[in-house]
């Protein structure tokens, strides 16, 4: 896995470089699609390398997107087991697919492609992922502190520097999109704070139906 991801570190240092290197910064900073890597095959081979560009970009989407899919709506559907999200998400097919997860989930795709806006809708799902992921990695730090005897089956290679690297990355990750983009980023807090009082009414009614004194 560490072999694997300098691999990917250092191709990814690698193409910025050429990206560089052929294109100046304000060009690609002035590209509206922001089809860099498009660009500059098509100023080292043409108009074809425009076009494999592209298409060789939807196909590594349509495998992205598949796994999105997939792996989103296990996310209702385990928020649902808890009594977190609709109960309807909790049942599965005869397949053992969550058939409902992936409605529910096709149905809030389709309305958010109604903003029209791409860049939009990726800065917000990446201004929340990268969010959430910095919180995932500062909770083993929370989780140290305020439960040290819990079991850890699962130990944090390098604690306490790899986690403390991974915020040093994302903290200013973060600070760079909100600088960028400020409404999209914006747009994209607010509708992650407007879940709070849904978590709360389905918390409290799961509590109710479980017989959980209310806190």
């Known amino acids: 896995m560490v072999l694997g991801t300098?691999?990917?570190?250092l191709a990814y240092l690698l193409a910025n470089e050429a990206y560089l290197a052929v294109l100046p910064v304000?060009?690609?900073r002035a590209d509206p699609e922001h089809l860099v890597a498009a660009r500059v095959a098509e100023v080292v081979f043409g108009p074809v390398g425009f076009t494999v560009v592209i298409v060789a970009i939807l196909v590594s989407t349509f495998g992205c997107v598949n796994g999105l899919i997939l792996g989103g709506a296990r996310v209702p559907?385990?928020?649902?087991r808890e009594g977190l999200f609709f109960r309807r998400c909790a049942a599965l097919d005869a397949r053992k697919?969550?058939?409902?997860?992936?409605i529910y989930q096709g149905a809030w795709s389709m309305l958010l492609a109604l903003?029209?806006?791409y860049d939009t809708l990726v800065t917000c799902c990446s201004f929340a992922s990268?969010?959430?992921g910095g919180l995932t990695v500062a909770a083993v730090y929370w989780l140290r502190l305020r439960q040290p005897d819990r079991s850890r089956p699962l130990r944090c290679w390098g604690y306490p520097l790899t986690p403390a690297a991974y915020l040093a990355i994302c903290i200013p990750f973060l600070i760079y999109v909100i600088q960028g983009a400020p409404k999209a980023t914006l747009s994209g807090?607010?509708?992650i704070l407007s879940g709070i009082p849904f978590y709360?009414?389905?918390r409290r009614g799961s509590r109710v139906s479980l017989g959980v004194a209310r806190p």
């Not at 300098?6 to 570190?9: F, Q, R």
């Not at 697919?97 to 992936?102: D, G, K, S």
């Open 130 to 132: 990268v969010a959430f």
């Open 6 to 9: 300098l691999l990917v570190t």
């Open 26 to 28: 304000s060009a690609i």
């Open 189 to 191: 807090a607010l509708l």
């Open 200 to 202: 709360l009414a389905w």
């Open 115 to 117: 903003s029209g806006s």
């Open 77 to 80: 559907y385990a928020m649902a």
């Open 97 to 102: 697919t969550p058939r409902t997860a992936l």
